[in-house]
C-alpha cells in the first residue's frame, strides 16, 4: 500500500531549528516534495529530492534517504510567517503521470 | 506571469445537485491534475491529464469526472453531490513529470 507519515503538529520558537520528519511506503518511488500551506491558501512548492542527499534553499533544506524512505524538512532561523502546515509528498513512479501521494501535514507553530 | 487560476473560488451547493470546476495552468504546462483536499487532511489525487487525455485516476466514484481542452484548461465535474464532497478542491499544473503548481483552490460546501 501507499502509506506517508508525519507529525501531526510541532511547535517551535522564532529564530530557532526545526526539523520535520516524513518516512513513506509507496509502490514506487520517483521523487519526494515538501509544500507549504497556509490556512485557506493553496499548497507552495518548497523543495524537491530524488537523489539521496540534503537539498539546500536559503533558510530551507531537504534531505532524502531512499533506502530508509526517510525525508525531512529543516528550517532554520524561523520566522513568525513560517507557521503554517508542511506537506510531504511523493510522486509514484508506478503512474506515467504526475500523481503525488501526500502525506496528512504537519501543523507548525512559531512562537515568539 | 500568472500563475494558476481557478473559478469559482467559493461554491455552496445542495445534495444531489452538480457542480463544475475550472482550471486553466500555467502558460506552457500541458498537464493538470484535480487534488480534493478536506481539512485536516493532505489533498487526495483525483484526476491527471496530459495533452488533453486521462493519465492517471484516484481512488474517487464515477459521480467524478474531468476533461482538459485544446489549450490545457480543464474542468472537473462532480455529480450526485454528498455532504462528503465539502472540501477544497486544487488545480495543480505542471510540464508532465515537473514539479506541480498549485492554483488558489476551489472551496466547495454541500448542504
Known amino acids: 500500500g501507499q502509506n506517508i507519515d508525519q507529525p501531526t503538529e510541532m511547535t517551535a520558537t522564532e529564530g530557532a531549528i526545526v526539523q520535520i520528519n516524513c518516512t513513506y511506503q509507496t509502490s514506487g518511488f520517483n521523487g519526494l516534495f515538501w509544500y507549504q500551506q497556509h490556512a485557506g491558501e493553496a499548497p507552495t512548492f518548497l523543495s524537491y529530492?530524488?537523489?539521496?542527499g540534503l537539498e539546500e534553499k536559503g533558510r530551507f533544506s531537504s534531505f532524502l534517504s531512499r533506502s530508509k524512505g526517510y525525508s525531512y524538512l529543516l528550517l532554520k532561523e524561523l520566522q513568525m510567517k513560517d507557521s503554517a502546515s508542511y506537506l510531504c509528498a511523493v510522486r509514484d513512479r508506478g503512474n506515467q503521470g504526475g500523481k503525488l501521494i501526500f502525506g496528512q501535514g504537519t501543523e507548525l507553530s512559531v512562537k515568539p | 506571469d500568472a500563475g494558476v487560476t481557478q473559478s469559482p473560488t467559493h461554491l455552496i451547493k445542495t445534495r444531489g445537485q452538480q457542480v463544475t470546476l475550472r482550471c486553466s495552468p500555467i502558460?506552457?504546462?500541458?498537464?493538470v491534475s484535480w487534488y480534493q483536499q478536506v481539512l485536516g487532511q493532505g489533498p487526495q489525487f483525483i484526476f491527471q491529464y496530459y495533452e488533453k487525455e486521462e493519465r492517471g485516476r484516484g481512488n474517487f466514484p464515477d459521480r467524478f469526472s474531468a476533461r482538459q481542452f485544446p489549450n490545457y484548461s480543464s474542468e472537473l465535474n462532480v455529480n450526485a453531490l454528498l455532504l462528503g464532497d465539502s472540501a477544497l478542491y486544487l488545480c495543480?499544473?505542471?510540464?508532465?513529470?515537473?514539479?506541480?503548481?498549485f492554483g488558489p483552490g476551489t472551496r466547495l460546501l454541500v448542504l
Open positions: 502558460s506552457g504546462h500541458k498537464s
Open positions: 495543480a499544473s505542471s510540464p508532465m513529470q515537473e514539479t506541480q503548481y
Open positions: 529530492n530524488v537523489l539521496d
